[in-house]
């Protein structure tokens, strides 16, 4: 990805809501500090403060980020980079958050 674009805590929902309505195909990479997680997602919900992602088929498997404390950026593929980066999928955009040592990249991934 291109240098990322430094996003607002409104644009980051925004964007979450629009991927929630389209039900986009996400690719959500949390590095914690003390937990590493990667998963298949949709956006469940999102507002001003916190977000949660539908992880499993089951409404109760669930990913929730509260957003206080979170700087993110977003960025998009260039058309002519467009290869898998080994996530399972190709990514076309992404939100990327960074809180202390810890980082979380929700990546929209092409749809075929």
Avoid: N
């Avoid at 291109?2 to 990479?29: C, F, H, M, N, Q």
């Avoid at 992602?53 to 002519?80: H, S, Y």
Wanted: glycine letters at 12%; aromatic letters at 8%; a negative charge.
């Amino acid at each position: 990805m291109p240098k990322p674009t430094i996003l607002s805590i409104p644009d980051v929902v925004g964007y979450l809501r629009e991927w929630a309505r389209d039900r986009r195909k996400l690719r959500v990479i949390a590095r914690l500090g003390i937990a590493d997680f990667s998963a298949f997602c949709v956006v469940d919900a999102a507002d001003e403060h916190s977000f949660s992602l539908l992880i499993g088929d089951e409404p109760r498997d669930m990913f929730g980020v509260c957003l206080e404390g979170w700087a993110f950026g977003f960025g998009e593929t260039l058309p002519d980079s467009q290869e898998e980066i080994g996530v399972g999928g190709i990514v076309e955009k992404g939100i990327v958050g960074v809180r202390g040592r810890s980082t979380l990249m929700i990546l929209a991934l092409r749809e075929d």
